[in-house]
């Protein structure tokens, strides 16, 4: 490092008498490590006096000369200090004697340094405290504090003491965790030192259960439900089925996974028609939600299961022999006009397609005679293909309209087959 002589004198006068004294020393000076500091002593008093320096003090106490980073002239009118260092920073002295009496100056050398900064690595503090940062520093003049890059404020909620070594947040946030800088600067801004405590916020968890968009699955389906949870310290999770803990269900289809974050239910059945809750808990508190889980049964399963036992084979319990028999009656009746219409169906169907399947025949049969009898074979132009195509797309349709009118029928012969049964039932327990 290039050194520097910094030089700045100060005058005064000391009266003896009818006798002036003028002492010249070097003043403070701010000087950064490494560089040369200068000091100059002289005394001014008339012809008759006698006097000399004698020596240099720092602090109160006789320098050492000798001292390898100290020079002086034979006189000690000029002292210097080569290469400092923090310590040398003090008050020097420089002592006469004039006329058997001593006289002194003094001159203040300011070495600047790196600002020394302690603080607590790691501070925690429960949401809505009121949390203090320090940064307490030597050697500094100012302190600076950011949070994510931005420089905090009173504005910001932010308060200061004791030259902002020390930051103070009331009722902190969970927004508020995080890495914190502090930022001591020297007298001249030469140096700063950055100190990084980092503030830990705890909170309760928050927790949001996620299933099927309406809650209602299909029996078989598999499921899985999700527990989005926050919290710090990370909270515990568990799941219940209408208030009794998953983990005691002792069923293979229900599986915790991904840290207790997601439930699977496989093959589900109408019987896992439940609330379903997920339980986040941690030091600071709990917190849950839940999905009313729906299972629906297969709708084939569920119309066959009406139709055949409610009507066909009534309970016997308490009825007599007549009512069972008319019982049974009425359930021989209902599947043989269940029959006939089926038949009747089948066959009209049947009817249909072979009366849309002459045109046709014809059509090709014709185009054999004006172009294939040579080759043994008959073949039908891609027009009169596209033709027939169309001829049976609409022909199926109506066949579909006729078919839903039967079935519509149909409906309408079990129906009042039913009411008949049940009429006939209620008269024979009336007898």
Same mark, same amino acid.
């Given at each position: 490092?290039?050194?520097?002589?910094?030089?700045?004198?100060?005058?005064?006068?000391?009266?003896?008498?009818?006798?002036?004294?003028?002492?010249?020393?070097?003043?403070?000076? @701010?000087?950064?490590?490494?560089?040369?500091?200068?000091?100059?002593?002289?005394?001014?008093?008339?012809?008759?006096?006698?006097?000399?320096?004698?020596?240099?003090?720092?602090?109160?106490?006789?320098?050492?000369?000798?001292?390898?980073?100290?020079?002086?002239?034979?006189?000690?009118?000029?002292?210097?200090?080569?290469?400092?260092?923090?310590?040398?920073?003090?008050?020097?002295?420089?002592?006469?004697?004039?006329?058997?009496?001593?006289?002194?100056?003094?001159?203040?050398?300011?070495?600047?340094?790196?600002?020394?900064?302690?603080?607590?690595?790691?501070?925690?503090?429960?949401?809505?405290?009121?949390?203090?940062?320090?940064?307490?520093?030597?050697?500094?003049?100012?302190?600076?504090? +950011?949070?994510?890059?931005?420089?905090?404020?009173?504005?910001?909620?932010?308060?200061?003491? *004791?030259?902002?070594?020390?930051?103070?947040?009331?009722?902190?946030?969970?927004?508020?965790?995080?890495?914190?800088?502090?930022?001591?600067?020297?007298?001249?801004?030469?140096?700063?030192?950055?100190?990084?405590?980092?503030?830990?916020?705890?909170?309760?968890?928050?927790?949001?259960? @996620?299933?099927?968009?309406?809650?209602?699955?299909?029996?078989?389906?598999?499921?899985?439900?999700?527990?989005?949870?926050?919290?710090?310290?990370?909270?515990?999770?568990?799941?219940?089925?209408?208030?009794?803990?998953?983990?005691?269900?002792?069923?293979?289809?229900?599986?915790?996974?991904?840290?207790?974050?997601?439930?699977?239910?496989?093959?589900?059945?109408?019987?896992?028609?439940?609330?379903?809750?997920?339980?986040?808990?941690?030091?600071?508190?709990?917190?849950?939600?839940?999905?009313?889980?729906?299972?629906?049964? *297969?709708?084939?399963?569920?119309? +066959?299961?009406?139709?055949?036992?409610?009507?066909?084979?009534?309970?016997?319990?308490?009825?007599?022999?007549?009512?069972?028999?008319?019982?049974?009656?009425?359930?021989?009746?209902?599947?043989?006009?269940?029959?006939?219409?089926?038949?009747?169906?089948? *066959?009209?169907?049947?009817?249909?397609?072979?009366?849309?399947?002459?045109?046709?025949?014809?059509?090709?049969?014709?185009?054999?005679?004006?172009?294939?009898?040579?080759?043994?074979?008959?073949?039908?132009?891609?027009?009169?293909?596209?033709?027939?195509?169309?001829?049976?797309?609409?022909?199926?349709?109506?066949?579909?309209?006729?078919?839903?009118?039967?079935?519509?029928?149909?409906?309408?012969?079990? *129906?009042?087959?039913?009411?008949?049964?049940?009429?006939?039932?209620?008269?024979? +327990?009336?007898?």
């Amino acid at each position: 490092m290039k050194s520097c002589v910094v030089q700045l004198l100060l005058y005064f006068t000391i009266e003896t008498g009818s006798s002036t004294v003028n002492v010249r020393l070097a003043s403070s000076a @701010h000087l950064l490590p490494g560089q040369n500091a200068l000091f100059s002593c002289s005394v001014t008093a008339p012809a008759s006096s006698s006097f000399r320096i004698t020596r240099w003090e720092k602090g109160g106490t006789a320098l050492n000369l000798n001292d390898s980073r100290y020079t002086s002239n034979p006189t000690l009118e000029s002292f210097s200090i080569h290469q400092v260092t923090k310590t040398d920073t003090g008050l020097y002295y420089c002592v006469a004697t004039i006329d058997g009496a001593e006289k002194s100056d003094v001159a203040y050398l300011d070495v600047l340094v790196n600002p020394e900064i302690s603080f607590n690595p790691l501070t925690v503090a429960a949401e809505g405290d009121s949390v203090t940062l320090g940064c307490p520093s030597a050697y500094f003049t100012s302190i600076r504090w +950011t949070f994510n890059g931005v420089k905090t404020s009173r504005k910001l909620g932010y308060t200061y003491s *004791k030259n902002n070594a020390f930051l103070t947040i009331d009722r902190v946030s969970r927004t508020q965790a995080g890495q914190y800088v502090c930022t001591a600067f020297n007298y001249y801004n030469y140096f700063a030192t950055m100190g990084t405590p980092v503030l830990v916020v705890h909170y309760a968890p928050d927790v949001v259960v @996620h299933g099927p968009s309406n809650g209602t699955v299909i029996q078989d389906d598999a499921v899985r439900l999700y527990c989005n949870a926050s919290g710090v310290p990370p909270p515990r999770i568990r799941w219940e089925k209408d208030g009794v803990l998953v983990s005691d269900l002792r069923s293979s289809r229900y599986k915790i996974e991904s840290e207790g974050k997601v439930l699977s239910i496989a093959g589900v059945l109408t019987s896992d028609t439940s609330n379903i809750t997920c339980i986040a808990n941690n030091s600071m508190g709990s917190s849950s939600d839940y999905c009313e889980l729906t299972v629906e049964g *297969k709708s084939a399963t569920s119309a +066959t299961t009406k139709l055949t036992p409610a009507y066909m084979y009534p309970s016997t319990k308490g009825k007599s022999l007549a009512a069972i028999a008319g019982s049974v009656s009425g359930g021989v009746l209902l599947i043989a006009i269940f029959i006939v219409a089926v038949v009747e169906v089948r *066959k009209k169907n049947k009817g249909r397609r072979q009366d849309g399947a002459a045109p046709r025949q014809k059509q090709c049969e014709a185009k054999k005679g004006a172009d294939g009898a040579e080759r043994g074979r008959y073949s039908c132009s891609d027009e009169d293909s596209r033709i027939d195509i169309i001829e049976e797309v609409k022909k199926n349709r109506e066949e579909v309209r006729e078919v839903r009118k039967d079935v519509a029928h149909l409906t309408d012969v079990i *129906k009042s087959s039913q009411k008949l049964i049940a009429d006939k039932q209620s008269t024979i +327990t009336d007898v």
